[in-house]
Every structure is written in C-alpha cells, then in structure tokens.
C-alpha cells in the first residue's frame, strides 16, 4: 500500500508564511513517530510531504520525501500526491477548517482517508457544535457558549461547576491546543473579550485533573488505548502544555464505558482519536474530541508495544490487534 503522510504544519501548511514555533515542536514528534510506526510494517511504501525548511530535521527511514518550496501551490500538491497514493493519512489542525478540507479532498478523489471522514471533523472540529452534540447523547460535558460580547462574562453563572470563583476561558471555537486561550478573572480584560467574534466560546474554569485517553474508532465501536495526564502552566492567563505523561495509570471500565458512549454517539469516528477530559472532584467532562493523532500518540509504542498505525491499517478490514508488549507510563516533553 503506499500512504501519503502530511502533517499540515512540517509538511507545507506555512511554506509561504513564518513557521509557528508553538506548532512546529508538536507536529515533528507526531511526523516522526508515524514514519517511525509505518516504517515496521510490511509492504507499506510511505510518501511524507516536508516544508522545504523540515528538510532534514526529519528521520524519515526509507519513505519518499516530496519537498515543499515556498513557490508550491501546497494544496494543488497535496492533491496531486494524494491521486498518487493509495491512501492518505492527514495530521492537521481544525482551525480554519483546514483538516475538514483535507479529508474531503481524499474522499472527493476517492482514496482511502486513515483518519475520520469530513462531516465528523465537522462536528468535533468545532468546540460548540461538540458541546451540543454531546449534550444531546447525555454525555458529560464543560458548559459552553459561544461568546458574543463582554458582557456574557459577568452573566455566566449559569456555568458554576465547581469553576474557580469568578473564573472562566475563552478561547476560538476552532482552535488547536491552547492557542489564543485566555483566562479571564471576573470583568476583567473586558476589552480583550470586545474584540472577539462569534468565532470565540467561553467556558467555566474548573480545577480538575485534565487526562487524555488515546483511542481508537469504527463504525460505532471504540477501544481504549491508553490513558494520559496532560501537565500544562499557566503563563499570562493562558495555558501552555508542558508534557504529557502518556499511559499514566490502568485503562479502567469507567473509561472504556466513556469510550462507548461517544462511539454511539459518533459513529462516524474512525481510526485515532483523542478525548481531553476534565476530571473533578464530583465528575469526569468531556473538553474536546481531535478525530486525528494527538502529541499522547507519539509515547503509545514505547509506553505500551502497541503499534497504532498497524492498528489503524487492520481497521479497513476487521478489528484491531492491541496486544501490549510493555506497560509502564511515557513522558512526552512538549
């Protein structure tokens, strides 16, 4: 089979633009380990798209490097790879709809996508429509609102659960990481929140473990991969994710029990997809859901032996083998 790889950020994403340090980190070590994770497979023939200034910075183990200059069309390129390969396999960020238009390419050319289909990425690609969605199954979710002016700030005590005294964040409704995620205490910074749009949520800031789970998804099943503890600090009123502490403790019921609930809720779901959670004294919320690899993959096969990408490959025709071959928790430093 041969797989195009593009992790939007190394990979072209920026060729005629400054590369976003804040990204560039985080989308090497994803890039890495899904060439090192294919690289073991048999009868896989990798291409990996890179950023003209990646070249070099990547190991990519015998897979066909396609540069991208910063006189390339990076989306007529990707295309034309893509018609080229048998499959594809996107690493993007939601914003801007960018990794909802990839996936749509692949399927509008009638490839194999290795990630969840377009009209999922549509619904978890944005932060309100998962709110909604998840609220309608009777998931267990962080209160949400789309943000319209300051003034919703001093009126949000419709969202006290267990929320700091006064605290909430505001952050895009599309938005990768913790980019543009402010904390906002009271009616302060009000005239940072006046100049947001519609694109823009507020939720309540609540204390609580903040734990990732790995997963994987078809066609209304999912299985847990592992569990993971996401460490962040707080600069500025906003958070920064420091490291992740992938495989952190067992995979538990309740977890697996999680994992069902929103692969009926979403049946769409398919191939790896991580799940943030907010857990607090009283319950476990659901933040956000990235129907693509997340940064917690990049420790899974040192954590656990568990191959994803084999995993992910033996999902086009049956169920995945997760046999472990080691079990002890990862530090993935971001």
């Keep these: 089979m041969k797989i195009l790889v593009f992790e939007y950020i190394t990979g072209g994403g920026f060729n005629k633009q400054e590369l976003p340090d804040s990204l560039v980190r985080e989308g090497r070590l994803m890039l890495q380990a899904l060439l090192d994770n294919l690289a073991v497979i048999n009868d896989i023939e990798a291409i990996v798209m890179l950023d003209w200034r990646i070249d070099g910075l990547v190991n990519t183990q015998g897979a066909a490097s396609a540069i991208i200059g910063a006189e390339h069309d990076t989306t007529t390129e990707f295309s034309r790879l893509a018609e080229q390969c048998d499959a594809t396999w996107p690493i993007a960020p939601e914003f801007d709809n960018i990794l909802q238009i990839l996936c749509q390419t692949i399927q509008s050319l009638d490839k194999k996508l290795l990630t969840s289909p377009a009209n999922v990425v549509a619904i978890t690609g944005n932060k309100f429509s998962t709110y909604q969605h998840l609220r309608q199954h009777r998931i267990a979710t962080v209160s949400t609102r789309i943000l319209t002016n300051g003034a919703d700030i001093v009126d949000l005590n419709y969202a006290n659960q267990n929320a700091n005294l006064h605290e909430w964040i ?83 019921t309740a977890y697996q029990d999680l994992v069902d609930r929103i692969a009926r809720a979403l049946p769409q779901l398919w191939g790896y997809v991580g799940i943030d959670l907010i857990e ?7 933040l956000e859901i990235n129907p693509r690899l997340t940064t917690s993959f990049v420790g899974i096969y040192a954590a656990t032996g568990i191959n994803v990408c084999r995993c992910v490959l033996q999902l086009l025709s049956g169920e995945p ?6 079990n002890q928790p990862i530090t993935i430093t971001t």
């Design 280 to 286: 607090t004294t009283e319950q476990t919320l659901v």
């Design 321 to 326: 083998d997760m046999t472990t071959t080691c």
């Design 170 to 252: 505001i952050k895009p409704v599309d938005g990768a990481g913790c980019n543009d995620s402010h904390i906002i205490t009271g009616t302060q910074n009000l005239e940072l929140i006046s100049l947001r749009s519609d694109n823009y949520i507020v939720q309540p800031h609540l204390d609580g473990r903040k734990t990732s789970l790995s997963c994987l998804f078809k066609e209304g099943q999912g299985w847990l991969l592992c569990t993971n503890f996401q460490q962040f600090n707080v600069i500025n009123s906003q958070y920064q994710l420091s490291s992740i502490i992938v495989n952190d403790q067992p995979v538990t």
